[in-house]
């Protein structure tokens, strides 16, 4: 193929095990799938399911035992944490979850929600899909009643269940799939746990879910 200019690199990530990679195609996330969280927005905590997307190379990964750099995005004075179950899509279904991280210019999501604008410049901005490496579902425990929290410089900010989800993991695959075609290496991040929060340049987040890992991000 004669390309004007290379084209981008894939981006992809780590699988436990394994050294094969997991090529991203496309990042989905879920709204409010937390009642706890639901109920801090300012929401009820019961409505279908809504989605918003982020782009592949958003993904800021960070490999087994590593800690990864986030820039401090521009424009916002309020970057937001948000802990994550990833589920990914394979060939077959399922291929395996992940620890992520749906980072948030709060403050520029707020003023879009207030105007019924699109979210994008609040969630689909560069790095802003911090997310480790990915564990087969053969490999990974009873993800969906896991523990799931998220520390800022060693202190608890976020703790829940995978069991708290307003919508399971099935569910909100059967959602998603009444409006798109998942895809091998589509990634859906599953909604974060009350009590999310701001950061600032210096933290560092660690991140885990029971049976997945552990997530490391230092925001500079
Ligand atoms: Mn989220």
Redesign the pocket.
């Known amino acids: 193929m004669d390309y004007l200019f290379a084209p981008p690199a894939q981006a992809s990530v780590a699988i436990v095990g394994s050294a094969q990679r997991f090529p991203v195609h496309r990042i989905y ?1 879920v ?1 409010r799938n937390y009642e706890e969280h639901a109920k801090e927005m300012g929401h009820s905590g019961r409505e279908p399911p809504f989605f918003f997307m982020k782009p592949a190379d958003a993904v800021l990964h960070a490999e087994a035992g590593q800690t990864v750099a986030m820039p401090y995005p521009t424009l916002t004075s309020n970057l937001h944490h ?1 802990i ?1 179950l990833v589920v990914a899509i394979g060939t077959d279904g399922i291929f395996g979850y992940a620890v992520g991280l ?1 980072m948030t210019r709060r403050d520029l999501q707020n003023d879009m929600k207030k105007q019924g604008r699109p979210w994008c410049i609040g969630k689909g901005f560069d790095a802003s899909a911090p997310i480790g490496p990915i564990t087969p579902v053969a490999q990974a425990d009873d993800v969906a009643n896991a523990g799931i929290y998220l520390q800022v410089n060693g202190q608890d900010r976020q703790r829940s269940h995978v069991s708290q989800l307003i919508w399971n993991i099935a569910e909100t695959i059967e959602q998603l799939s009444q409006a798109w075609t998942l895809q091998p290496g589509d990634l859906i ?1 599953t ?2 746990p009350a009590g999310v929060g701001a950061v600032v340049r210096g933290d560092t987040l660690v991140g885990g879910i029971d049976g997945l890992g552990t997530l490391s991000v230092r925001v500079e």
């Open positions: 996330c709204g948000e994550e749906d991040f909604g974060t």
